[in-house]
């Protein structure tokens, strides 16, 4: 099978993590027999600087004719100062509205080989197994106006939270689908006792839920919400919210594993490509220093072969060469507890391909972490 899949490195450690998710596509490619096209654009910060924008149409395009896009990360203290049309992260929100990434999914899965650096207990985290799935093109972050303004010497500003129904109907209906072929339970978080915005969003999840009489469908306000991930996270299946409550509550739900560098996550849309990407950040304070996490972007590619080109044998193996490799003790800088010595993001990246071309290389990797 051959895939073009359009890469956007962007900034920071997400040059270092995007080239150990291409090394492991590569090795895919080579025991499958698959053929992968990788083709490269500029996003953030970096295309500022060559191009003047943080999305150069020719990036555009190129994800348009592709088949996935993999995503590293934008931004850094260099870029912090611009105005805000200019920013790094403009360039995400932009790529999902000119690709229609209406949700973003992100898989939150318990390790039992690195709960010691998880903050809750073990009992607590222990068989924690969710999704999150936020919409991702309206909401504040989208509406207009979006503004500062001065009056008789009076500073005011405002931010407009917009959504149409259709919109929240779409994301929605997608989470009690992937709650069909999971566990069968959505939980859709609002503020519906504050917003009306809350309100449609409540009635359109009862309205969706008439749909799947299999699908246990519970509300929950955010802030309960936001409370019940650290008190009891496994009775979360799928979660579903909007876009604010989305970014905020899936952050949080991702440091409950241990470290943002674990988690991947993909944005769908409805015709066009789905956009893959780690949930951490540049991490401008570690680029270049060979310490970062690739397991987040590399379970990231695993969830492209998956969602994009129906590779699920392809996929498991990735995503067991990542838990055989930490089951045997290799360990970065940042899930490492006391009496790990870290690996670098290449050494993790080369014991994972390790493994996934000839598990007898597992053998190797215990012996060293013994």
Not at 140 to 168: C, H, N, W
Request: proline fraction near 5%; charged fraction near 25%; include cysteine.
């Amino acid at each position: 099978m051959e895939k073009r899949i359009a890469v956007l490195p962007g900034d920071g450690v997400g040059k270092e993590v995007s080239r150990g998710a291409v090394s492991i596509l590569r090795a895919v490619g080579e025991l499958y027999g698959h053929k992968f096209q990788f083709l490269y654009g500029d996003i953030g910060g970096g295309a500022i600087d060559e191009f003047g924008t943080p999305l150069p149409q020719q990036t555009i395009d190129l994800c348009k004719a592709s088949d996935a896009v993999l995503l590293g990360a934008v931004g850094g203290p260099k870029w912090d100062m611009l105005p805000g049309h200019l920013r790094p992260e403009k360039g995400l929100l932009k790529i999902r509205k000119d690709l229609g990434l209406y949700g973003n999914v992100r898989p939150v899965q318990y390790y039992s080989s690195i709960s010691g650096v998880s903050p809750l207990r073990k009992e607590v985290i222990e068989g924690a197994d969710m999704v999150v799935v936020r919409e991702l093109t309206g909401g504040l972050y989208f509406g207009k106006p979006s503004e500062r303004t001065m009056k008789k010497g009076e500073a005011s500003v405002v931010d407009t939270l917009f959504y149409q129904k259709k919109e929240i109907e779409r994301v929605i209906r997608y989470a009690f689908k992937l709650a069909s072929s999971r566990r069968g339970k959505v939980t859709s978080v609002d503020k519906a006792n504050v917003l009306e915005s809350s309100r449609m969003w409540r009635e359109t999840a009862e309205e969706v839920a008439k749909d799947f009489p299999q699908v246990q469908l519970e509300h929950m306000l955010v802030d309960n919400a936001a409370m019940q991930l650290i008190k009891n996270p496994r009775q979360f299946d799928v979660i579903v919210t909007e876009n604010m409550f989305g970014d905020i509550l899936s952050d949080e739900a991702s440091v409950l594993t241990g470290s943002l560098g674990m988690l991947p996550s993909a944005s769908v849309s409805v015709d066009g490509p789905y956009l893959y990407e780690p949930i951490h950040g540049s991490a401008p304070d570690i680029a270049g220093q060979n310490t970062a996490n690739p397991i987040a972007m590399i379970l990231s590619a695993a969830m492209m072969l998956r969602m994009s080109f129906g590779m699920e044998e392809e996929a498991e193996a990735v995503e067991n060469a990542v838990i055989q490799v930490l089951d045997a003790g290799s360990r970065t800088r940042d899930i490492a507890d006391f009496g790990n010595v870290p690996v670098t993001t290449e050494e993790m990246v080369e014991e994972i391909k390790a493994v996934l071309l000839d598990h007898e290389a597992i053998c190797n990797i215990m012996s060293a972490y013994a």
